[in-house]
């Protein structure tokens, strides 16, 4: 048993700041400011004023209906260990959690601007650690990585599915690493969160997808490159408010039957 629970410490704030712990049904979270940015700008949720976290800092909350849904969005800092505050959003009753992020690009047939809806990954993050055993691969329920390559689909855009490789130290993304991961378990992108979220919602037993778009491309060296700042990258970024109100359209769809 835990020696703090999540519980414990929300109803704590709540009672010493005088709010509301309802986190909404669904949760929509990015570590990357351009794209919280444009699904603020895109959907207009109103700031949660009465969450234990400040609408304008980390882990805060901004509310909205969509699809007859109540989705909070939130901005977190990089790394998987900054989702640990999921434990808190479920205890205040989000059930579905959805994930946006960047990554880097593994193989031969993956380019800026591609999108990546991961189906698991190799877990090197640290974090997942403490929610499944160590080594052991994560995955997600595949219904809804289904459900967001349909949306994207719908919105004139194309994602892969496929495993991910999560990393705590971008700087010892090593190339006999790469290789291997992209070669023997399938990966096709490496970044810093997915496994930690896929982890940690399966020891929640709490649905949970991403979807990524693809920013640099890291392996095989002979196509590395950087490609932050290239349109295609933005222009992917731009459409992600689109794909998620689709897909949102389809979850809510699916839940009736």
């Known amino acids: 048993m835990s020696l703090i629970s999540p519980r414990d410490w929300i109803g704590y704030v709540a009672e010493a700041k005088g709010v ?4 909404g049904e669904v949760v929509v979270l990015t570590p990357i400011k351009k794209i ?6 895109y ?30 969005f939130t901005y977190t800092g990089v790394g998987a260990p900054e ?17 946006f ?8 047939d993956v380019e800026v601007g591609d999108l990546v809806a991961p189906t698991g990954g190799v877990c090197e993050d640290g974090f997942s ?6 080594g052991i691969a994560v995955d997600t329920n595949d219904k809804l990585v289904e459900l967001m390559l349909r949306a994207a689909s719908a919105c004139g855009l194309t994602a892969r599915a496929g495993r991910v490789w999560s990393i705590s130290a971008p700087y010892r993304e090593l190339e006999w690493k790469a290789m291997e991961y992209h070669g023997k378990w399938g990966c096709v992108a490496v970044e810093m969160e997915v496994c930690g979220l896929y982890a940690l919602c399966k020891y929640l037993n709490t649905p949970a997808v991403a979807l990524l778009v693809i920013s640099d491309i890291v392996y095989p060296p002979s196509r590395r490159r950087f490609g932050f700042y290239e349109a295609k990258l933005s222009s992917t970024v731009n459409a992600l408010p689109q794909i998620l109100e689709k897909y949102l359209a389809l979850y809510a769809e699916s839940s009736k039957s």
């Open 20 to 23: 509301e712990v309802n986190a």
């Open 36 to 41: 919280f940015e444009s699904l603020l700008k």
């Open 43 to 72: 959907f207009k949720p109103t700031p949660w004023e009465k969450w234990i976290y400040k609408p304008e800092g980390r882990w805060g909350l901004w509310r909205s209906s969509v699809e007859g849904l109540a989705v909070s």
């Open 83 to 99: 989702l640990s505050f999921i434990e808190e959003l479920a205890a205040a009753g989000a059930g579905h959690f959805v994930f």
């Open 101 to 108: 992020g960047l990554a880097g690009g593994l193989g031969e």
């Open 129 to 134: 650690q403490h929610y499944i055993p160590y």
